[in-house]
């Protein structure tokens, strides 16, 4: 294989690259977070990884408003694995279509990989949330490219203790608790630069999501 044909692979990243793999995004809500962001906005037909202290108290409310845009779309939203059951008034109280949620909750990792790809690849979902504790190097590439080659939004929230250095997603971003909200690093952004202590408030209603995705009575 020569150099110029794998420079040309869209799986490979190149650093001083000044475009990113596509220019679709959804605004995140949070216009300090959309001006780091190349297009202003989460990246769509690509994975962002969430790095978080605990998989328990991912900060659901940070993604809320893009999901809210997202539910107006005729496609499913796929949450695969979450920590405990979504609180479903929260959510609708957020704009977030209950009726377009698709639950999966495998009790295997390979099968929550497969799952996360097939959904993926199905072309049937506006977005596909994934909790793990860890995702290998070669799980990252296979999903970030079936995002890529759907044009679908994958988040996958993970621990940031054992994760990979080196990862495919075009957007990794590590959290912080704060009292009053979310401390931000970006740690890769295809065609953006690293940012590091952004400081994201809370703010009605997203806050009333609770940031730990407590279970429902």
């Known amino acids: 294989m020569s150099l110029e044909s794998c420079l040309n692979r869209r799986d490979i990243w190149r650093g001083n690259r000044s475009t990113i793999t596509t220019r679709t995004v959804v605004p995140t809500g949070f216009d300090e977070l959309d001006q780091c962001l190349p297009g202003g906005g989460w990246p769509l037909g690509a994975m962002t990884e969430v790095l978080v202290k605990g998989i328990n108290h991912s900060p659901l409310w940070l993604i809320a408003p893009a ?7 005729a496609r499913w939203q796929t949450w695969i694995t979450p920590p405990h059951i979504p609180f479903a008034p929260a959510l609708n109280d957020n704009g977030i279509e209950l009726s377009r949620i698709l639950l999966v ?113």
């Open 67 to 73: 999901l809210s845009v997202l539910s107006k779309q």
């Open 105 to 217: 909750r495998p009790s295997r990792q390979q099968d929550a990989l497969w799952a996360a790809e097939e959904s993926l690849q199905s072309g049937g979902c506006s977005v596909v949330l994934f909790w793990t504790q860890h995702l290998g190097r070669t799980s990252l590439r296979r999903l970030q490219l079936a995002a890529e080659r759907s044009q679908t939004w994958m988040i996958c929230f993970c621990t940031g203790r054992t994760v990979d250095p080196h990862t495919s997603a075009a957007l990794r971003i590590q959290c912080q608790p704060d009292p009053d909200g979310i401390q931000l690093n970006i740690l890769k952004c295809r065609g953006g630069r690293s940012v590091n202590n952004l400081t994201l408030l809370r703010r009605t209603p997203v806050q009333h999501i609770p940031s730990d995705m407590s279970c429902c009575p």
